[in-house]
């Protein structure tokens, strides 16, 4: 099987070590991630006739790594376009993304945009998250389950146009996960959202980097500083098979999406009146 891995955090992210040591059994492995952390793209692709910067980092039997200066959607398409080309992948796996993708998250995710742009292709794809959003998260819940649930979903991946399965993982040790259930996109949004940065910095203790700090100081006159940090806040019609639901009462969601964005029930309403 040949597996293109990608992730939004970068190259270099824990999580992306820890997919990449669950998938090597599994077959080999094309590893092409983000230069740079890509969170919050979700199918935005690098474009408009803008040099890319691409680089083979390393091989080894069954792997291969590499990273591309741009968003991953574009690292699944360099993968499919020019590394594998004109051999066809057989599964895009995006993760492990550092923080959850459930809820409405999943709408702005590069984790899943990956895996949306893997059907794009009809490559069967999947998207995984641990819903922690330390750099130094613990991933060993997902290193020791995940293969159960691919062992199981692999030899039966829809061969429908555009499908793909975003796949998330409490912040718990792996014994205390209660199981696996099969979910709905929860539905969700954020209020608040801009916060004004040294305001946040006070409340937060949150500890900017060198480039952030590099960012504001080199201020144009007139310029304020915010910061996204919004209050999330979860619908009253979710239930339990909502997948924020299923990860706070302590199990792995699985949410089966789709790329055609169409609202069917929606169609059949308008066809009645134009």
Request: charged content about 25%; proline content about 5%; aromatic content about 8%.
């Amino acid at each position: 099987m040949r597996i293109i891995v990608t992730n939004d955090d970068g190259f270099n992210a824990a999580g992306l070590k820890a997919l990449v040591k669950v998938l090597r059994k599994y077959g080999e492995l094309t590893v092409i991630a983000p230069k740079t952390a890509q969170s919050g793209m979700s199918m935005a692709i690098t474009m408009g006739y803008k040099p890319i910067a691409v680089k083979h980092l390393s091989d080894k039997p069954g792997e291969s790594w590499w990273y591309l200066d741009g968003t991953p959607a574009s690292c699944v398409k360099f993968a499919v376009d020019n590394i594998l080309f004109p051999l066809k992948a057989d599964l895009v796996v995006s993760g492990v993304n550092h923080g959850s993708n459930a809820a409405t998250a999943a709408i702005y995710s590069g984790t899943v945009g990956a895996a949306m742009e893997g059907a794009v292709d009809d490559i069967p794809s999947i998207a995984v998250s641990l819903d922690s959003f330390d750099p130094d998260a613990d991933f060993s819940v997902v290193e020791q389950q995940l293969p159960a649930i691919l062992d199981k979903l692999l030899p039966r991946l829809d061969g429908r146009k555009g499908v793909f399965y975003n796949i998330n993982f409490p912040n718990i040790p792996a014994s205390e996960v209660k199981g696996v259930r099969l979910c709905r996109m929860g539905i969700a949004h954020w209020e608040k959202e801009y916060r004004e940065w040294n305001e946040f910095l006070a409340e937060s203790g949150h500890k900017p980097s060198g480039r952030d700090l590099d960012y504001v100081a080199g201020a144009c006159e007139g310029e304020r500083f915010y910061v996204m940090a919004g209050d999330f806040v979860s619908e009253a019609c979710n239930g339990p098979h909502a997948d924020h639901i299923a990860l706070e009462e302590g199990y792995i969601s699985i949410t089966p999406g789709n790329i055609d964005n169409t609202d069917f029930k929606e169609l059949e309403r308008l066809c009645d009146i134009i």
